[in-house]
């Protein structure tokens, strides 16, 4: 994770372990220190946060640490999702957690073998620690972000959208204290002369009147920079006219699909061409008022069918120069999503290695309305002509700000242009040679292809020597295997069906 894109749970986790009386070292692993000699060694308990694609990098280091006798606790995106494969190789899985649940877990820990205890509230917390109390860990994550720092904030929990990929579909709305919002923005102007928060909600402006009020009555409109995202539905003129007041400089909504999810994108009642256009036209106003847009798009989702979808996210890439279009591969996380559970009842998710599961290095789910070659060919296209010279060109004339420009340039000529286009270009050339490629992607075969072993111990460096026995295999059915007897053997139309009642 880079530095300046830190989470703020690892921060909270770290202010509450310190109010019950523990020294707490914290340390935001980017991908390039050592982990062996930065990680302190006379620890009791080891808590690791990760997303899913670190998963096997958070095995490893916990088999490192279990080795020395230190108790490992998982929690974050990974723990939500996988809470059953983390339990092999971690002392201690939570899922949502409070102070609470931390002090139960710290009350007695132990080495729990060979399976780890899961423990989740039933709900989000309802207050974290605010930017004075995280002071003390924000401020060393930062200094190994030299050129672009964003401090971390929350200004509510959960969504009240209910887009059924997404690990916040089920998690009910909740506002954090404004006062506190407001105290934290006051003291961030007491240490950085210009400071930028990022908005880590995941779906900022839902109370927008309330938030915006009570940034405003806290600091003066423009003396702090804001990212956020948000879905373009609570982005009305008025509502951009006070963001671009108070400086909001970057807006990240999610656009996902032409066919589904009209809701979140304000297009309700328009699908295909006539969304293009309308979502488009909008998405042109909030570059008047936001600097820096980029609109997030998911690919291969069961409302797709042949190349339209893909021509139509063309068109809108012309018709919207401005924004940087961000693609993600349709992935089911676990037991992220309700949705998941359908997709594993009917056989479609796959066991790709963790590793790989980043929206970008792998599609876990088959696509239903195309063989993988179609849709890779499909997505290479795509990804060209968003990042052709042609378009990068648009994109930098039509944005104004030289931070914006110059942005957009260095993602189309780094990883997530050219070098997704190079990576999916190589998968295609595997798939259409590569048997075991095919029969992998196809459900055929269980056996891994060694490209992806490969990958993994190359980007796991030293610390594959760590990775415990079988962890790059997962269980891609546990959440289904999870539920009550009666949903697993139904068949799945009538599952689909039954589901009601
Ligand atoms: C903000 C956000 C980001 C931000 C900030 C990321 C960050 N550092 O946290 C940015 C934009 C950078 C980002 C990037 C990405 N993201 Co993101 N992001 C989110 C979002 C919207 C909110 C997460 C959040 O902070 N919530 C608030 C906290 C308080 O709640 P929480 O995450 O549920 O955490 C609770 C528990 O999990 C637990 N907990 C959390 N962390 C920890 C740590 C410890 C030690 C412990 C004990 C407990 C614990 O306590 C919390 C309170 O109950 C979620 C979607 C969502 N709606 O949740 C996606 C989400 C987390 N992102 C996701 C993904 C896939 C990505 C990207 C890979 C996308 C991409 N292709 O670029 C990248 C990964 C970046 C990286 N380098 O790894 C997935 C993760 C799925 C997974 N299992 O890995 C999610 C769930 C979205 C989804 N698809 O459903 N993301
Ligand atoms: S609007 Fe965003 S956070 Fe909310 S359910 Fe949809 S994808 Fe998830």
């Known amino acids: 994770m880079h530095a300046n894109l830190a989470s703020i749970m690892p921060q909270a986790i770290a202010v509450w372990c310190e109010e019950m009386g ?14 062996e000699s930065i990680l302190p060694r006379d620890i009791d308990v080891l808590f690791v946060g990760a997303f899913t694609q670190a998963a096997q990098l958070s095995y490893a ?7 020395r006798g230190v108790v490992t606790v998982l929690g974050g995106p990974h723990a939500r999702c996988y809470p059953q494969d983390s339990q092999k190789y971690f002392d201690y899985v939570l899922g949502f957690t409070d102070k609470e649940i931390l002090t139960e877990v710290l009350a007695d820990p132990a080495p729990q073998r060979p399976f780890g205890i899961y423990r989740t509230a039933n709900k989000q917390p309802p207050t974290l620690p605010g930017v004075r109390e995280r002071w003390k860990f924000i401020e060393p994550t930062l200094r190994k972000a030299p050129t672009f720092k964003i401090v971390p ?12 990929f997404c690990i916040d579909s089920t998690v009910a709305y909740q506002p954090l204290e404004l006062q506190q919002i407001q105290e934290d923005l006051r003291f961030l102007l007491t240490k950085m002369r210009r400071p930028r928060v990022g908005w880590h909600d995941p779906n900022f402006g839902v109370r927008f009147t309330e938030q915006v009020n009570a940034i405003e009555e806290a600091v003066r409109p423009g003396s702090i920079d804001f990212l956020a995202e948000s879905s373009l539905s609570l982005l009305s003129e008025p509502h951009l006219k006070r963001m671009k007041q108070n ?20 297009a309700r009642s328009v699908r295909g061409l006539d969304k293009v256009k309308q ?34 996210t063309k068109m809108f890439v012309d018709l919207t120069p401005g924004a940087f279009p961000g693609y993600s591969l349709l992935t089911a996380f676990g037991q992220a999503a309700p949705l998941n559970l359908e997709l594993q009842r009917t056989g479609r998710v796959n066991g790709f290695p963790f590793h790989f599961l980043n ?19 499909h997505v290479i296209d795509l990804t060209k002509y968003t990042f052709s010279w042609k378009a990068v060109a648009r994109r930098f004339h039509a944005n104004r700000e030289m931070i914006p420009r110059w942005m957009n340039v260095v993602r189309a000529i780094s990883t997530e242009g050219s070098g997704r286009i190079q990576y999916h270009t190589k998968i295609l050339g595997h798939l259409e040679r590569d048997r075991s490629f095919q029969e992998y992607f196809e459900g055929r075969s269980d056996a891994l292809p060694q490209f992806y072993v490969d990958r993994i111990k190359r980007d796991l460096g030293p610390l594959w020597r760590y990775l415990p026995e079988g962890a790059l295999y997962h269980d891609s059915h546990a959440y289904l295997r999870s539920q009550p007897r009666l949903a697993v053997s139904l068949s799945p139309s009538r599952a689909a069906a039954g589901a009601d009642s």
């Open 153 to 164: 904030m929350l200004g509510s929990l959960g969504c009240p959208y209910t887009c059924s």
């Open 279 to 312: 979502v488009s036209a909008h998405v042109n106003l909030v570059m008047k008022y936001i600097p820096y847009v980029q609109t997030n798009f998911v690919l291969g989702l069961d409302s797709d069918v042949g190349e339209e979808p893909f021509e139509l």
């Open 359 to 377: 929206n970008n290095h792998a599609m876990n789910v088959r696509p239903k309305n195309y063989s993988w070659r179609e849709f890779y060919e």
């Open 247 to 266: 400086g909001f400089k970057a807006i990240l909504p999610g656009i996902e699909s032409w066919y589904d999810m009209g809701n979140k994108a304000g």
């Open 61 to 67: 280091i916990s088999a490192m640490f279990r080795a």
């Open 22 to 35: 523990h020294d707490v070292r914290l340390e935001c692993y980017t991908g390039f220190e050592d982990l």
